[in-house]
């Protein structure tokens, strides 16, 4: 696509290199996007942050990190002698064998020689005259490309609360996100840990038996379930690999492309005993089965919701022997999956444990982080410890982080401020030859997401052999199909009762200023209904988008 001669000479005379397409980021997006561009010959630059490859499987190396959708539904499915010869050690791999996973998909697709790491990306800047974008990074040093795509992720700008005093504490102190190589050392060290998400949950559950003593931060409780993790036995692992297409088929029809489908009958179809004993069922098996799985009314009927939810706090109280502790454990703001729903292994059994206390920071909010520890509106403690598991300005605070300039000087941040605005997910007007995958409005963020990834880097990858053969050069959305995309995206989220709840998902990050309205981010019609329509765009020429010679 780009003349290779055309771009030395710009190399020569500006010092800047040229590209075809310069990717953000090396998660598990990236990676992809990677590849599927090195087979259309472009030439393509990825800007890693990390010292490595990985995304949140690189950042995330905090005690107990692990898969919560089957790890052999969440691999790259593009390859068939790729899947045929991994092996899964477990049914929900743990951080580091992810990470290895994806250092293998890495050393079999030689995929690092077009990743530039530790480097961060400041700014992109369109050129309306060149049709190039301008790619800066901390430092100054400068790239150019004709296609801009992001690969942030969703979870990947982290957040610390917006308490006094976070930087004052003298012990050792980490986020979640952003968890030290070496090896940490929790015997005889007093912890503290801030939040209970599923990150929060993951950490707690881990380390509860290994310190001196554990207290708990907790200003909103969420449901969570078991997990049911296993290792995976050398029978399970030939069935898993003979099944691969069949399983893959089945993520395809799933609205979240997981293994798992709702059931057809409403929760109030059954008699009262059928109920309980389908829930029983349900509340035995591995993974997500209790929420996706789940009578079809569960996550929009508010009475089928309530009978539910009740259902797992009596699963609470059973496993909490301070009734006090368990009540402070049982959501009251929110319903079982208005939020997304943490997977747990002996979690509210640590509660139980001498050592570990639970504190209500709606109660006893935290006044101040202090050089020994934290205060809080009732009591003074001292820790050796803290922990933040205090999440993430989700799906667009990526994106507010880098400095993105389209036509005219308008930037991408001032363009949200006010209000999301997408088409497909994919795209912004304004803001040409830049591809946003798993970005705002789209179906990814509410996903088994590689399965989504893998939808969304190949629709992007046809977009631009498409340009290719018809000599196109510019690519832009309309703001009227943005506008149209977006009322979509509105009215498939309102039959749903997670957009009257305050979460990530809403868009709510109460340690983010200017996070505290709602905003519907995700695309709710789910992963078959996404891609139908996608296709379909495409069918007809990418209607919604302007293409220019």
Known sequence: MLDSAVAEAGNRATGVRAFDAIVIGAGIAGMYQLYRLRQLGLSVQVFETGSDLGGTWYWNRYPGARFDSESYTYAYAFDEGLLQDWNWREHFAAQPETLSY??????????????????????????EARRRWTVTLEG????????????????????????????DFQGEAFHTSNWPKAEVSFAGKRVAVIGTGATGVQVIQTIAPLVKSLTVFQRTPNWATPLHNAPITATEQAAIKANYPAMFELLRQTPGCYI??????????????????????????PGFAIWMANFRDMLTDRKANAVFSDFIARKI??????????????????????????????????????????????ATPIECITA?????????????MIIYATGFDAVTGAFDRIEFTGVNGLTLRD????????????MSA???????????????????IPRCIEQNVEWVTDLLRHMDAEGITRFETTPAAEVDWSKHIEELAGELLYTLVDSWMTGINRNVEGRETRRILQYQGGAPAYREYCDTVAAAGYRGLVLAR
């Open 430 to 448: 304004g803001f040409p030859n830049m591809l946003t995958l798993v970005g705002p409005h789209n179906a990814s963020t509410r996903c088994n």
């Open 317 to 362: 109280r059973a496993r909490v022997k301070d009734p006090k502790t368990a009540e402070m454990l049982i959501p009251k703001c929110h319903g079982f999956g208005m939020r997304r729903v943490p997977q747990e292994t002996q979690y509210f059994e640590a509660y139980n444990l001498p050592h570990v206390s639970l504190v209500d920071m709606k």
């Open 260 to 285: 798992h489908r709702h059931d057809p009958r409403g929760t109030f179809e059954v008699t009262p005993e059928e109920r309980e004993a389908f829930w029983e069922e349900l509340y035995a098996k």
């Open 372 to 384: 020994k520890g934290i205060r809080t509106s009732a009591a003074e403690y001292e820790f050796d």
């Open 140 to 167: 100054g040093g400068q790239a150019e490309c004709r296609f801009l795509i992001t690969a942030l992720g969703p979870l990947s700008a982290a957040t610390l609360p917006r308490i006094p005093g976070v930087g």
């Open 415 to 426: 363009k949200w401020r006010e209000g999301t605005l997408t088409y497909l997910g994919l």
């Open 102 to 127: 994806l250092n293998h998909v890495a050393e079999r697709f030689d995929l690092r020689r077009d990743i530039q790491f530790n480097s961060r990306v400041a700014a992109c800047t369109w050129d």
